[in-house]
Structure formats: structure tokens, C-alpha cells
């Protein structure tokens, strides 16, 4: 069981850039896919963005053409660029392990906020 740490939220204003990190305490070269999920205020968790190890990404449509996910197995971090924000992003921001069950060893999250 992996367990995984996110940063890199913060304030911001519409149109602008945030890049947050996910980093495990143990090796994610073994693991096919980490994904980024969020959770805003009244709404279900949703998933943002998965990547397997090979690379493959998927996106919700909502972001699509504005976030990018990338990993760095041997830093054993997965990280989530996020361009061109919008108020609609705020969210606390989860990162997964994402199995065939669906995903779990989720880590404690990090909060964005988008001001208008």
C-alpha cells in the first residue's frame, strides 16, 4: 500500500496557472495507473485525469486542452499542470491509485481556489 502526499494548491485568479504534485512514499513504477480527482463544495468526487505507465492520458471534458498530467517514476511523483483556471475548478484536489476496482490510497488533498 502506497501512501500519497499532494501539494502545490493555493489562490488564484481566473486565467491563471497551477501545478500540483502527488508524491508517493513508496516506488509507482509498478503501479499502471495514478489518476487526479477532485472534490468541490456539494458535488461528488470526480475524476480530473488518469495516466498509466506507459503514458496514456485520459480527461474529464471540462479540462481537456487545459490540464496536462504527467509522472516522474523515479521521483515517484505524478503531477497536474493546470492552465488557463476558471472559478468552476476550485475543488480540493485528490491524487489515487487507480486499480481495476476503481481507485483508493488516496492522500489527503490539496485545496484550489479560483477567484473570478
Known amino acids: 500500500q502506497v501512501q500519497l502526499v499532494e501539494s502545490g494548491g493555493g489562490l488564484v485568479q481566473a486565467g491563471g496557472s497551477l501545478r500540483l504534485s502527488c508524491i508517493a512514499s513508496?516506488?509507482?513504477?509498478?503501479?499502471?495507473?495514478m489518476g487526479w480527482y477532485r472534490q468541490a463544495p456539494g458535488n461528488q468526487r470526480e475524476l480530473v485525469a488518469g495516466?498509466?505507465?506507459?503514458?496514456?492520458?485520459n480527461y474529464a471534458n471540462s479540462v481537456k486542452g487545459r490540464f496536462t498530467i504527467s509522472r516522474d517514476n523515479a521521483k515517484n511523483t505524478v503531477y497536474l499542470q493546470m492552465n488557463s483556471l476558471k472559478p468552476e475548478d476550485t475543488a480540493v484536489y485528490y491524487c489515487?491509485?487507480?486499480?481495476?476496482?476503481?481507485?483508493?490510497?488516496w492522500g489527503q488533498g490539496t485545496q484550489v481556489t479560483v477567484s473570478s
Open positions: 489515487a491509485v487507480v486499480h481495476v476496482a476503481g481507485p483508493n490510497d
Open positions: 495516466i498509466t505507465s506507459s503514458g496514456s492520458t
Open positions: 513508496g516506488s509507482i513504477r509498478r503501479i499502471n495507473t
